[in-house]
């Protein structure tokens, strides 16, 4: 990345990185640590979701998760734990959330949402998907399993025509306007899924080292996933 030179300052980019963190593990944390200092981002707000509107209900409680992100987070400078999503009533829109966040930052600070490959290639399903540009820039980053060769074929059309006028060749342009743009950035490939984890547990296989040692230990004293109940 050379070109546009970036002083870090008081209005440094947010990184939002919402998920269902079902549990939060070293995949969610690596992408979140290597876009925030590759982009220069002032912190990543981690967003546990409520009632994810897109998928089977998780298997343990919001606060549960929760509860997992804040001790994978712990003593990390960058970032941050939000729980609005939790505390929210109601299915946890994204789109809510960004217009709330956008209505505490003021008009000029550029937000980032951070995803994976998978969770962009199903963009266009999200509930006013389109109104997301206008409030952040999208920060999709590689995921094993979704290379970007592949995205042309696995983008629905819409999608395929926002993502060809909203690409930023510059990942740092992302500094120089609020929101609207989108962001691709490889990072360490780690093939390392929540589901990957329940499924472990469930079958009495330690996850251990694919996830932090405090989330894992909070796993085992509340006896958390011991059935795979379906849940993605
Ligand atoms: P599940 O296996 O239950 O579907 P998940 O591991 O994909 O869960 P989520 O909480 O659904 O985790 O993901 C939150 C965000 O993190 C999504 O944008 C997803 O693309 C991204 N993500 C999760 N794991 C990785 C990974 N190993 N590499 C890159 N991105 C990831």
């Known amino acids: 990345m050379t070109g546009l030179q970036i002083t870090p300052g008081v209005n440094a980019p947010i990184g939002i990185f ?6 939060v ?3 969610h944390l690596r992408l979140a ?6 982009l220069r981002m002032a912190e990543v707000k981690f967003i546990p979701g409520g009632t994810p509107p897109h998928r089977a209900q998780p298997q343990v409680s919001s ?3 929760l509860e997992m992100v804040r001790l994978a987070t712990a003593g990390n400078p960058l970032f941050t734990v939000d729980d609005r999503e939790v505390r929210r009533s109601g299915p946890g829109y994204t789109i809510d959330t ?3 966040l956008r209505n505490e930052v003021g008009a000029s600070r550029p937000l980032c949402m951070f995803m994976g490959a998978d969770a962009f290639l199903e963009l266009a399903t999200w509930h006013r998907w389109r109104e997301l540009f206008s409030l952040a820039h999208l ?7 979704f290379a970007p060769e592949s995205w042309p074929q696995r983008m629905p059309q819409p999608l395929a025509r926002e993502y060809e006028s909203r690409l930023l060749h510059q990942p740092f342009a992302v500094h120089l306007s609020p929101a609207g743009g989108i962001v691709t950035q490889a990072i360490a490939a780690l093939d390392i899924s929540a589901s990957m984890i329940r499924e ?8 251990r ?3 932090p040692d405090p989330v894992l230990d909070y796993i085992e004293s509340n006896n958390l996933y011991l059935c795979n109940t379906g849940g993605q």
């Open 18 to 23: 919402g998920g269902t963190f079902d549990p």
């Open 209 to 211: 080292y694919l996830l």
């Open 63 to 65: 606060l549960q998760r």
């Open 139 to 145: 920060i999709v980053a590689h995921r094993p399993g």
């Open 200 to 207: 472990s547990l469930a079958r009495n296989v330690s996850p």
């Open 25 to 27: 593990h070293h995949g």
């Open 33 to 38: 640590q290597e876009l925030a200092e590759t």
């Open 98 to 100: 960004l217009i709330e």
